[in-house]
């Protein structure tokens, strides 16, 4: 069975749509392939589910009406799917799902879709508020009208248990530099625990400063004993700069990692004893590929994609440990260090040590 999928952006989106894939390949002979801007192809490359990544400049083909008969050429000529499934709920996605060959598209109903108007263009609609947990509404959308879950249905929890099994690297990439750092940490007498600091995100509201990481790192330290820090950069290199100086300072053992592509930055989370970061796409990843991870959210009552700030907060829970923001406006910079230390040490050090 020939199944498409849709989910062209963005970053943190296509990582937790992957999620399912294990799920999805463990309950049927399935040939999966997925269209994706390539933006953001670097994620699902090596997946051991995906038979085919469809990788085009979608954002920028659908601005005009040459790039819009570009997707259609390419669609066109993909062959006949059995099932085209859109897990974006977008017009954009919905036209592209429209152009591939298949008599079972399938996709959000209007109430459940983020733009309603994306819903006009599917064979078959799966009604869920847009407002439930992101995990639940892929699920849906990605496994209700399979022949095989309507004949034996089975739980969400069941596919979860494989989430960390959906996306893959290439070891034989793996830059010769960051390969020796991990195995030099990782053949040491006493492994210290190793940890990542996010520090960059879509909107300034979701990046924690870096003084508090470095009230975090002498908490971590002071409990643990034997500590290495990572920090990361993609865009913003005089803030990692200026949090791995914060951090040498002080004494701790820190590596400033460098610009990483996404096969790299695959590798070294599976590396990572613990990922600390804001709602965003690098802390998701990191929970994708089994590591653990705190997310830190904007606030009770209000979570936020790049453009969502007024999501509602149990939308976006993926259930790993995270900390909330006690302000009243949207963003984490509030957020004592102290409270992210005791989340690590009660919920992620315990698991670690029974582990």
């Known amino acids: 069975m020939r199944i498409a999928i849709i989910r062209l952006s963005a970053f943190g989106d296509v990582v937790v749509a992957s999620s399912m894939l294990a799920g999805l390949k463990a309950i049927g002979d399935y040939r999966i392939e997925w269209f994706v801007d390539d933006r953001f192809s670097g994620i699902l490359d090596h997946s051991p589910c995906i038979a085919k990544i469809h990788a085009l400049p979608f954002k920028k083909l659908l601005k005009s009406i040459s790039g819009l008969l570009e997707i ?13 499934i859109d897990m974006q709920g977008l017009i954009k996605s919905a036209i592209v799902g429209k152009f591939l060959i298949s008599a079972k598209f399938v996709g959000f109903s209007r109430d459940g879709a983020r733009e309603g108007l994306a819903s006009f263009f599917y064979t078959h609609k799966v009604s869920i508020p847009y ?3 992101i995990l639940e509404r892929n699920f849906s959308v990605l496994f209700s009208h399979l022949k095989e879950f ?9 596919v979860m248990s494989l989430h960390t ?10 830059t010769e530099s960051l390969n020796t750092h991990f195995s030099r940490l990782n053949s040491m007498d006493k492994r210290p625990y190793t940890f990542l600091f996010i520090l960059e995100a879509s909107i300034k ?59 790299n ?31 830190l959210y904007g606030n009770n009552a209000r979570s936020s994609g790049k453009n969502m700030r007024d999501t509602k907060l149990n939308r976006v829970l993926l259930g790993n ?35």
């Open 72 to 84: 259609r050429r390419y669609c066109k000529s993909c062959g006949e799917f059995d099932i085209v």
């Open 131 to 133: 407002d439930s947990n």
């Open 150 to 158: 309507q004949t034996n249905p089975f739980t969400l929890e069941r």
């Open 165 to 174: 099994q959906g996306l893959g690297f290439n070891y034989h990439s793996i």
């Open 205 to 263: 509201e979701k990046m924690y400063p870096i003084e508090k990481y470095a009230e975090l790192a002498r908490l971590l330290q002071d409990f643990l004993q034997e500590c290495h820090f990572h920090v990361v950069w993609n865009e913003d290199k005089n803030r990692a700069d200026s949090l791995y100086s914060l951090l040498r300072k002080q004494g701790l053992c820190v590596t400033q990692l460098d610009r990483l592509d996404f096969n």
């Open 265 to 295: 930055l695959k590798f070294a989370l599976r590396q990572i004893d613990c990922v600390i970061g804001g709602d965003t796409g690098v802390t998701h990843l990191a929970w994708a590929m089994g590591a653990n991870c705190i997310t």
């Open 321 to 355: 440990p995270y900390v909330v923001s006690e302000g009243t406006e949207f963003e984490i910079a509030s957020i004592e260090p102290r409270d992210i230390f005791e989340t690590f040490k009660y919920k992620v050090y315990k698991a670690l040590q029974d582990d």
